[in-house]
């Protein structure tokens, strides 16, 4: 059993396999480091990844920091907080259950954040500014998962989720976006996704659901298209709410509306209250 362990003050380069693999322990901390590899953490608890700076050694780093353990009982109580990473493949990986990762930044990587089989977690006051997706998840479920107060920039989609919550014993499982900044002309998109709740948010750009269920879009303070329709619903949906969003006109051309209702399952959509402004 190894619990109450310090690593701190290290410099790592080119390690085979990680700078970091916390496989089964209570209360690691691993703290202002310089990493050039990845931090693993799977069947633990009380751990905490905290003020360390990730500088991939090499283009082909894949991650810095893999929060792992999955559902198991002993994982919990993670954290994820205040370190910087750069140069990666992929910012931070989840497959596991109550962890917070907040604070942290991720710039200079291809991808920033993306959730595998996640519950019970929070991703809070993190900065993303990456070449690809800025939050992403595939083929999965993910649970009591809230998303707040994050400052994303894309050159991808800011949130890209397809294919989330698809069994039925899934289709009470929920994902929260709230006040969260997406900061350039790219679209936040939820594809054969269910459960998600988009609130309070601010978006330079624009929202696609494509057949999707119990997705909520309500009382979005900034919806700012350009080359894009504010908000684009198509294909067939179940329960879909679009509700008390504040939308200004897209100006790149005549062909994009504040809202495009193409959905083939039309009394699956209730619009309300949503405003469409002139710049």
Same mark, same amino acid.
């Given at each position: ?62 991650? +810095?920091?893999?929060?792992?353990? @999955?559902? &198991? ?5 993670? /954290?994820?907080? #205040? !370190?910087? =990473? %750069? ?43 990456? +070449?690809?997706?800025?939050?992403? @998840?595939? &083929? ?5 998962? /809230?998303?707040? #107060? !994050?400052? =994303? %920039? ?126």
């Amino acid at each position: 059993r190894a619990f109450d362990i310090m690593i701190r003050g290290n410099e790592e380069t080119n390690s085979r396999v990680g700078f970091v693999s916390v496989h089964v322990g209570q209360q690691v901390t691993v703290e202002d480091n310089n990493v050039g590899t990845r931090v693993v953490y799977s069947l633990t608890n009380g751990t905490k990844i905290l003020n360390n700076r990730f500088n991939a050694s090499s283009s082909d780093e894949e991650f +810095a920091i893999f929060a792992a353990g @999955g559902l &198991s009982e002993t994982v919990y109580d993670n /954290e994820v907080a #205040n !370190n910087t =990473i %750069t140069g990666y493949g992929l910012g931070i990986a989840t497959n596991t259950q109550d962890t917070y990762v907040h604070g942290n930044t991720i710039s200079n990587c291809n991808m920033g954040i993306q959730i595998t089989k996640t519950i019970n977690s929070r991703f809070v006051n993190n900065t993303i500014d990456v +070449a690809n997706n800025g939050i992403s @998840g595939v &083929s999965t479920f993910a649970d009591n998962v /809230e998303f707040s #107060n !994050n400052n =994303i %920039t894309a050159q991808g989609f800011h949130v890209k989720l397809s294919l989330i919550n698809q069994k039925p014993e899934e289709s009470g499982y929920r994902i929260t976006f709230r006040g969260n900044s997406f900061l350039n002309e790219k679209q936040v998109n939820f594809y054969q996704t269910n459960g998600i709740n988009f609130t309070e948010n601010e978006v330079v750009g624009g929202i696609e659901i494509g057949d999707a269920s119990n997705i909520t879009v309500s009382a979005n303070t900034k919806i700012e298209p350009n080359s894009s329709d504010g908000i684009r619903i198509y294909g067939s949906h179940d329960a879909i709410t679009i509700s008390d969003n504040n939308i200004l006109e897209p100006t790149g051309g005549t062909r994009f509306n504040c809202i495009n209702n193409s959905s083939s399952t039309p009394s699956a959509i209730t619009l309300s209250n949503n405003s469409c402004n002139q710049r």
